[in-house]
């Protein structure tokens, strides 16, 4: 839907509101309202359609969003504040007295924005242009999962929402009535506690089941592990021998910044990836290794719908097999310094042939290690040439340890 065609619909609903406040006395300010709340909600699906390529309609529309919200709050506030105002007391239009249709209104007004919340919320969640990005891994329970949740979750608050809304009006203020105490009432607590236990057992069970598919890696899953640090994901993968070598945090240097261990033969064959994009085979299942050096980040791909922790000091895992090729922005979903929102990174699936080909441009731990030792041989030359004794000891030293 375009703007123009927003702006047409809007104005066709602020006709029929104000034609509706005319022929019901003391409407104003709920036509008002109404009509202020579409504009809102007009504004939200324009930014929400523009996306942050248009500022324009998106900043506009969250703008009219917030405006929107601030001026029902004031005329909510207005209306209860003459609701509640003496008899006596001189109503806003000049009146003496404030109509009858008004007051009953008043009366009744709480109970009819309930329900419009919950009918609202309801057709907004269905009517929504936000939603999960496509799916592109083996876990679709995730979403099954969420859905299950979504249902039980929306059921009870609409249940809530209802039942306050009729409490609300069965129960308001009338002359000549007062009302009941009664401070307990077992059965509707067994009713309640049962319900309830019901409904989160119907929560958490298949997230159980999803949790314990999700932490078997099947036996053919190949391997590959994600080096997290602020602000930026480094990746490896294991050679032509299908395994990747042991590591430890004191190894980590400049020359060795995923600390592998050097006497290591399993590690140095692995394929070091720093600074640029992940690629994975199609159709392939792999478990994801997760380490961090410093501080908790957190390793989110949305289409995968997988997501892990990573700790320090120790590796936690998961695994995905993907199902679908593409790139993919990889995401710190955990709170990691004032740099947080720049660390990302891309995942390229593709076919296997492609994979492979990719996978043997790449360098390895040795050669990464013998670039190494020719930089540092390469500054001792330059170093010694010089004359500078000191600085050579320091290159020898250097030259030695590695």
């Known amino acids: 839907m375009t703007i123009l065609g927003i702006v047409v619909v809007l104005l066709a609903?602020?006709?029929?509101?104000?034609?509706?406040?005319?022929?019901?006395?003391?409407?104003?300010?709920?036509?008002?309202?109404?009509?202020?709340?579409?504009?809102?909600l007009g504004g939200l699906f324009v930014a929400a359609g523009s996306g942050v390529d248009s500022p324009v309609g998106y900043y506009g529309g969250l703008a009219f969003f917030v405006i929107s919200v601030l001026i029902v709050f004031y005329l909510v506030k207005l209306t209860f504040d003459e609701g509640y105002a003496p008899a006596e007391a001189p109503a806003l239009e000049g009146s003496s007295s404030r109509p009858v249709a008004e007051a009953i209104m008043t009366k009744n007004v709480v109970a009819l924005a309930l329900v419009l919340v919950a009918?609202?919320?309801?057709?907004?969640?269905?009517?929504?242009?936000?939603?999960?990005?496509?799916?592109?891994?083996?876990?679709?329970?995730?979403?099954?999962?969420?859905?299950?949740?979504?249902?039980?979750?929306?059921?009870?608050?609409?249940?809530?929402?209802?039942?306050?809304?009729?409490?609300?009006?069965?129960?308001?203020?009338?002359?000549?009535?007062?009302?009941?105490?009664?401070?307990?009432?077992?059965?509707m607590e067994w009713w309640l506690t049962g319900l309830t236990t019901v409904g989160v057992a119907g929560m958490l069970t298949p997230g159980l089941f999803v949790w314990d598919q999700f932490v078997t890696v099947p036996k053919d899953a190949a391997e590959f592990e994600v080096l997290g640090q602020q602000?930026?994901?480094?990746?490896?993968?294991?050679?032509?021998?299908?395994?990747?070598?042991?590591?430890?945090?004191?190894?980590?240097?400049?020359?060795?910044?995923?600390?592998?261990?050097?006497?290591?033969?399993?590690?140095?064959?692995?394929?070091?990836?720093?600074?640029?994009?992940?690629?994975?085979?199609?159709?392939?299942?792999?478990?994801?290794l997760l380490r961090s050096v410093d501080v908790l980040h957190d390793f989110y791909v949305p289409e995968f719908r997988a997501k892990m922790d990573m700790?320090?000091?120790?590796?936690?895992?998961?695994?995905?097999?993907?199902?679908?090729?593409?790139?993919?922005?990889?995401?710190?979903?955990?709170?990691?310094?004032?740099?947080?929102?720049?660390?990302?990174?891309?995942?390229?699936?593709?076919?296997?042939?492609?994979y492979q080909a990719w996978l043997e441009e790449q360098s390895t731990f040795a050669q990464t290690l013998a670039r190494a030792r020719n930089d540092t041989g390469e500054?001792?030359?330059?170093?010694?040439?010089?004359?500078?004794?000191?600085?050579?000891?320091?290159?020898?030293?250097?030259?030695d340890s590695n």
């Open 13 to 40: 609903i602020g006709a029929g509101l104000y034609a509706a406040s005319r022929v019901v006395p003391g409407a104003r300010n709920w036509v008002l309202g109404g009509f202020t709340a579409v504009i809102g």
């Open 119 to 187: 009918v609202g919320t309801v057709a907004f969640h269905f009517l929504s242009p936000w939603w999960w990005t496509p799916i592109a891994s083996n876990w679709g329970y995730v979403d099954d999962t969420i859905i299950i949740t979504f249902w039980i979750t929306g059921v009870v608050f609409i249940a809530i929402i209802f039942f306050m809304a009729y409490c609300v009006f069965r129960y308001r203020h009338q002359e000549g009535r007062r009302a009941a105490y009664e401070p307990e009432n077992k059965k």
């Open 231 to 288: 602000w930026q994901f480094a990746f490896r993968l294991p050679g032509k021998d299908g395994m990747l070598g042991t590591s430890d945090s004191r190894n980590i240097s400049s020359e060795n910044p995923f600390g592998l261990n050097p006497n290591d033969a399993n590690g140095q064959d692995d394929v070091l990836i720093e600074g640029d994009d992940l690629h994975l085979p199609l159709d392939k299942p792999v478990k994801v």
């Open 379 to 399: 500054e001792l030359y330059q170093v010694l040439s010089e004359g500078e004794t000191d600085s050579a000891e320091r290159g020898l030293a250097r030259w």
């Open 311 to 354: 700790v320090p000091g120790m590796v936690t895992y998961y695994w995905f097999t993907p199902t679908r090729t593409g790139t993919f922005d990889v995401l710190c979903f955990e709170l990691c310094g004032i740099g947080h929102y720049a660390m990302r990174a891309k995942v390229v699936v593709e076919e296997a042939s492609a």
